[in-house]
Nanobody, 118 residues
Framework: QVQLVESGGALAQPGGSLRLSCAVS????????MTWYRQPSGKERDMVAS????????NYADSVKARFTISRDNAKNSVYLQMNSLKPEDTAVYYC???????????WGQGTHVTVSS
């Protein structure tokens, strides 16, 4: 079992910055990838950024490239999403996701709300 807890969501103004955190506990040695997803109200949940827990390789959605940065701290079993140059379109509930192979499964956090508005 893997448990995920997100934090850091808040109200921000356009052009501002926020840093989201995801604390991972449980059988963390089985996790091979961490991903941030987001779901705007009334829309589908989409991938934002992903990072390999072993190699550090990252992937980003085109809409957030050059603005968001995903990072990891394996010693703290934590993953972060630094969000800069925020836009109103970034408003959503942001979810942390952990993928495992043993057994294959997706674990989800409870979500943290991000609102970008003047």
């Amino acid at each position: 079992q893997v448990q995920l807890v997100e934090s850091g969501g808040a109200l921000a103004q356009p052009g501002g910055s926020l840093r989201l955190s995801c604390a991972v506990s449980g059988f963390t040695s089985d996790v091979y990838a961490m991903t941030w997803y987001r779901q705007p109200s009334g829309k589908e949940r989409d991938m934002v950024a992903s990072i390999s827990t072993t190699t550090g390789t990252t992937n980003y959605a085109d809409s957030v490239k050059a603005r968001f940065t995903i990072s990891r701290d394996n010693a703290k079993n934590s993953v972060y999403l630094q969000m800069n140059s925020l836009k109103p379109e970034d408003t959503a509930v942001y979810y942390c996701n952990a993928k495992t192979f043993k057994p294959p499964y997706n674990y989800w956090g409870q979500g943290t709300h991000v609102t970008v508005s003047s």
